[in-house]
């Protein structure tokens, strides 16, 4: 069991309040995932020649400065690095094959969490709260983010094991549920080049969507041929530089709510994570039918 969170603000005038709104969103499903907790925020997006890369350290003394001396030295390149405890967004011009490689020959005991130009990803152990404030989520701001509390029932409870997950550039899912098949979705995606990090059955979902996309499925086909190749319960929940995204197997017994205003769409595993929000007296307020995809433009 796990919780689910995601938010959509459609007033540009409230976007500085994302992560204020979200707070006891995420805080609500404490009970369904007490172990750790993260998400992926989507804010203003770097220009168009750059990448931000999510970086976690797992020395909480980590020595960001060092890390940009050393980028500038070997790579030529200035970088900007903004620490976040043991999180940093490293931001450059260089191409993302470039860091990645460079990334993995130097600082090998950092994990890479994701790229992009929007999206920054936070996840870590903890209770929600205690993560939210390590990373202070409240102060967070843009347009949409997904998030996920986690109770680990299938793989170890590390940072590495937390959602969200990530595929290609600005992609992030969160899940509840479970997947009986994520063995066999990894040896048929490993010899067509797609790489593993974790044993998360939720990792093999990422992947598979990842793959399909790289085929060049949108979104939604993407999805459809997962409800014949993904085998189990899930709820899954997805953003996109532009998109806020929901869909649920077709048993759909992992629950999932939604409220939407004319100012936001906000998406929780309970209705209590949502009934802090304002105006939500007035939402329309439905459960997402099975294998039915839901989309939500920015």
Request: charged residues 25%; negative net charge.
């Amino acid at each position: 069991m796990c919780g689910i969170v995601g938010l959509l603000v459609k007033k540009p005038t409230l976007r500085p309040r994302l992560g204020e709104f979200m707070l006891p969103m995420l805080i609500g499903m404490t009970e369904r995932g007490p172990d750790s907790a993260g998400l992926a925020v989507y804010t203003t997006p770097v220009g168009q020649d750059q990448r931000k890369f999510s970086l976690y350290a797992f020395d909480p003394d980590f020595n960001w400065q060092k890390l940009a001396h050393d980028f500038k030295q070997h790579l030529g390149s200035t970088v900007s690095i903004t620490p976040r405890a043991n999180h940093a967004i490293l931001t450059t011009h260089l191409e993302p094959d470039t860091v990645k490689i460079w990334l993995k020959e130097n600082y090998p005991a950092l994990h890479l969490l994701s790229v992009g130009q929007l999206m920054d990803i936070y996840k870590d152990i903890g209770t929600p709260a205690q993560v939210a404030a390590r990373y202070d989520f409240a102060s967070l701001k843009g347009s949409h983010l997904v998030g996920h509390t986690r109770m680990a029932t299938e793989s170890a409870v590390t940072p590495s094991h937390a959602h969200p997950f990530t595929a290609g550039e600005d992609f992030a899912l969160v899940h509840n549920g479970s997947l009986s098949n994520p063995y066999s979705i990894r040896r048929k995606l490993e010899p067509l080049g797609i790489e593993f990090e974790t044993d998360n059955d939720t990792e093999a979902a990422c992947r598979f969507l990842q793959w399909r996309l790289r085929e060049g499925d949108d979104l939604e086909t993407a999805l459809k041929a997962g409800f014949e190749e993904l085998d189990g319960f899930y709820t899954f929940l997805i953003g996109t530089r532009d998109e806020l995204a929901l869909v649920r197997d077709a048993f759909a017994c992992k629950p999932a709510v939604v409220a939407e205003t004319d100012d936001y769409v906000a998406i929780a595993s309970e209705f209590r994570s949502l009934a802090h929000l304002p105006d939500v007296n007035n939402a329309h307020l439905f459960e997402p039918m099975p294998e039915e995809l839901y989309v939500w433009k920015v």
